[in-house]
């Protein structure tokens, strides 16, 4: 049974910073591109970063800079770091690997 669980997600002031965790269990993260999406409240889900099977990534241009996706391939996890968030950045992010999905962190950013 493959599950995605994702972890990290929290209140956060605008301008901070915040590492979310996405860990993968009964799927290996090397032979399957691993995305993170968000959904901002009353908007539809978007993409937000891809780290592809074979080591590439790429970024929606709206976080271009400031969010950077990572892969640790002996926890079989991707990170997300997200720095200088905004208030445009609130959102429920959820990972993704192929068709599955973890069940979302949510990341209000607020002062």
């Known amino acids: 049974q493959v599950q995605l669980v994702e972890s990290g997600g929290g209140l956060v002031q605008p301008g901070g910073s915040l590492t979310l965790s996405c860990a993968a269990s009964?799927?290996?993260?090397?032979?399957?591109?691993m995305a993170w999406y968000r959904q901002a409240p009353g908007r539809q889900r978007e993409w937000v970063a891809v780290?592809?099977?074979?080591?590439?990534?790429a970024y929606t241009n709206s976080v271009q800079g400031r969010f950077t996706i990572t892969r640790d391939d002996a926890k079989n996890t991707v990170y997300l770091q997200m720095h200088n968030l905004t208030f445009e950045d609130t959102a429920v992010y959820s990972c993704?690997?192929?068709?599955?999905w973890g069940q979302g962190t949510q990341i209000p950013v607020s002062s």
């Open positions: 009964g799927i290996d993260f090397r032979d399957n591109n």
């Open positions: 993704n690997c192929f068709q599955y």
């Open positions: 780290f592809g099977h074979s080591g590439q990534t």
